[in-house]
């Protein structure tokens, strides 16, 4: 359904570079299959991290920045405008095109039971998977749960959105409301407030010395590190005492806070920090029929809550065996609640992200520990473009548009597998979080396809409406495999050596540094979000004696119809050139033929892609309904709420279809 970039010599250095791990026959050894993580932010924008430019931002995304710094800065990865699509993308493999562009509910069906998952291409490949986060990818049936596609462990929640201290969680299959509720109990569970690492007090340890981690960033080694003296080169008593998670030296081997963290300069440049502290307790003791709701974990922080999990998987995990860990923060999604330490640097909004940073670094921290970071590859993205207190600078538009800022995410890669002369660098391949599926599926030694067992029936224009999947088929894989264009310094500036063109969303495509838009998306409002913001974000700027035909919003109807407005034109934009999208090349009496000519080859390729749409009978309250019913199981959405109501006192939903001990209504 897309047009293959052109080969280039990038697959041959890629496989050259893979040559050690990869035999003959294409397989690939257990231990040399590297640990994979993808770290999903929630809202975040385009310039609320220093590797973006902010450097009003360096305190609230230190250890980010630093990772970011040591690997290779992605300067045109996209997602798709708004949070569930994204999520299902990098789920399944396809572009929203092929599940929906709207949002998932609790229990609605919007991954199709026959997509294989890559956490289920990871498994079989032998790596051991976990989910420690925000879903939101619908889970009507029990077999759309993370812990039936291949994850051995999932903690987080199954909805859009809730309060960052909220006791509507789930573990594996179950939901948990309580501390007693725990199958697997996450550390520092002893009733007592959950907290986020810190360079604590008790009891106190021998120090132990600094060791670097990343460029301009040291790490403390062990757990419970104390130092007796501030001058200490192990940690900082200080920090310790105000609760701060990261800490520095400065020259003259004292410490002191600033900005909500113990931070200072060293005579050979900047050295930070995270000290991890786990409390080890006893297990959970039997728990009542309908446990109270809130506990010291059920209720902690989420970011605290996901993060500390994550630490903890890397800590106990096999270097033997490959990881992948998944870990979509909440942060910095709406409501805006601060951390438990409080507010400090930033606002509310700024130490959102900072209690994020914090688990960013003890993450990686961890893999370097457990000496498993050499052969690690991090991938950090935002889910969409910021919205509220996000700011998208110097990019248009925000969450929920289709201009840049809506779609175009702050997103790098690093680790111990990225190699040394591409560290420290930027690339400007047009990639799509879509990518990372066939991308982790090349690194572990799989096959990236998974295709249908009959082939889609050809598109034919005359007639839109056609279903071309029938019962027996459905899409494709979309994303490509991109490294060995990304391991190709060659290619970092071809925006299109993975993609030819690309298809973000019902109303734009992307061929290079061409994007034609069509319309700003049905369902919601665009009035306020069409501009710029300020580099200080505080207010949008918008254009001033302009207009533009694809500021207005598209008609409704979802994936049946052809996008566009009857009688409205596109827009057509060079990204290289004006990637503020201010200049409609498209617009005016005089277009060059040229433009016009692009702007009909675009507009064919949008149209047809969106011919083979597959979520044609979307409904808000069941999502696609795609999955054939035998793989669904038997459905009854009265005794599913009863049965969860019973198991766990939980009111707030879940899957309705093969639920245990529920037939069909």
């Not at 995304?61 to 993308?89: E, F, M, V």
């Not at 520092?188 to 959950?194: D, H, P, Q, V, Y």
């Not at 986020?196 to 301009?216: E, F, G, I, W």
């Not at 207010?539 to 979802?558: E, V």
């Amino acid at each position: 359904l897309e047009i293959m970039a052109t080969p280039h010599r990038g697959a041959l250095i890629a496989l050259m570079m893979a040559a050690a791990r990869v035999g003959a026959d294409g397989s690939v050894g257990a231990s040399s299959r590297p640990h994979l993580v993808l770290i999903l932010q929630d809202d975040l924008g385009h310039y609320d991290v220093a590797f973006n430019g902010n450097t009003n931002a360096t305190a609230e995304s230190t250890n980010i920045t630093a990772l970011a710094q040591d690997g290779i800065i992605l300067k045109r990865h996209y997602t798709h405008w708004h949070c569930s699509p994204t999520r299902r993308s990098f789920i399944s493999g396809r572009l929203p095109i092929h599940h929906h562009e709207q949002l998932s509910g609790v229990a609605t069906d919007d991954i199709d039971l026959r997509y294989t998952w890559i956490s289920k291409k990871l498994a079989d490949a032998g790596y051991d998977c976990h989910w420690y986060g925000k879903g939101h990818t619908g889970y009507m049936s029990m077999k759309h749960l993370p812990t039936s596609n291949g994850f051995s462990r999932f903690m987080g929640f199954l909805s859009g959105s809730q309060s960052y201290t909220s006791d509507d969680r789930w573990e594996d299959d179950h939901p948990v409301h309580n501390d007693t509720e725990f199958v697997h109990q996450p550390p520092n569970c002893l009733g007592e407030k959950f907290s986020r690492p810190h360079a604590v007090t008790q009891p106190p340890v021998t120090p132990c010395s600094q060791q670097p981690l990343l460029k301009n960033t040291a790490f403390a080694c062990g757990e419970g590190v104390e130092a007796t003296e501030r001058t200490s080169s192990a940690c900082c008593v200080h920090c310790a005492s105000i609760n701060c998670s990261h800490w520095t030296w400065a020259p003259n081997g004292t410490c002191s806070a600033y900005m909500g963290r113990c931070s200072q300069m060293t005579a050979s440049g900047s050295v930070s920090g995270v000290a991890y502290h786990p409390k080890p307790g006893p297990g959970p003791g039997p728990p009542p029929p309908h446990p109270p709701h809130g506990g010291s974990c059920a209720t902690s922080y989420s970011t605290d809550l996901y993060g500390k999990l994550a630490v903890e998987a890397v800590k106990q995990h096999d270097p033997s065996t490959p990881l992948f860990l998944y870990l979509p923060f909440q942060a910095v999604h709406s409501p805006y609640q601060a951390p438990p330490s409080g507010a400090g640097h930033g606002g509310v909004y700024g130490s959102m992200l900072w209690d994020a940073d914090v688990y960013v670094g003890a993450v990686v921290a961890a893999t370097k520990a457990n000496g498993m970071y050499a052969n690690t590859l991090f991938v950090y993205t935002s889910d969409n473009g910021g919205t509220g207190d996000g700011n998208n600078y110097p990019l248009r538009g925000e969450k929920h548009t289709n201009w840049e800022g809506g779609m175009r995410t702050a997103a790098f890669i690093s680790g111990g597998l990225i190699p040394p002369a591409l560290r420290g660098t930027s690339n400007s391949i047009v990639l799509h979080i879509v990518d990372w599926y066939a991308t982790f599926s090349f690194l572990a030694g799989v096959s990236g396809a998974d295709d249908p067992p009959v082939a889609p029936a050809p598109v034919d224009p005359s007639d839109p409406g056609r279903d071309i999947y029938g019962k027996d088929s459905y899409p494709s894989v979309d994303g490509r495999n991109a490294w060995p264009a990304l391991m190709d310094s060659t290619q970092s500036k071809n925006a299109t050596a993975v993609h030819a063109f690309l298809v973000l969303s019902k109303e734009v495509i992307i061929a290079g540094d061409s994007k034609l838009l069509v319309a700003q998306n049905a369902g919601w409002a665009h009035t306020a979000d069409n501009g710029w913001k300020t580099i200080s974000g505080s207010a949008f700027a918008n254009a001033s004696g302009q207009s533009y035909s694809c500021d207005q919003t598209d008609l409704p109807g979802d994936l049946n119809t052809l996008p566009g407005i009857p009688g409205s034109r596109p827009c057509l934009f060079a990204l290289d050139v004006d990637p503020r999208e201010m200049t409609d090349l498209a617009a005016g009496a005089n277009v060059d033929p040229s433009v016009l000519a692009t702007v009909t080859e675009l507009w064919a390729k949008l149209n047809h892609t969106v011919l083979t749409a597959f979520c044609r009978n979307f409904t808000t309250k069941q999502g696609c309904m795609t999955s054939p019913a035998a793989l669904l199981g038997p459905c009854n959405p009265a005794c599913a709420a009863d049965h969860w109501r019973t198991t766990s006192g939980s009111d707030d939903g879940g899957p309705i279809c093969g639920v245990p001990g529920c037939s069909a209504a």
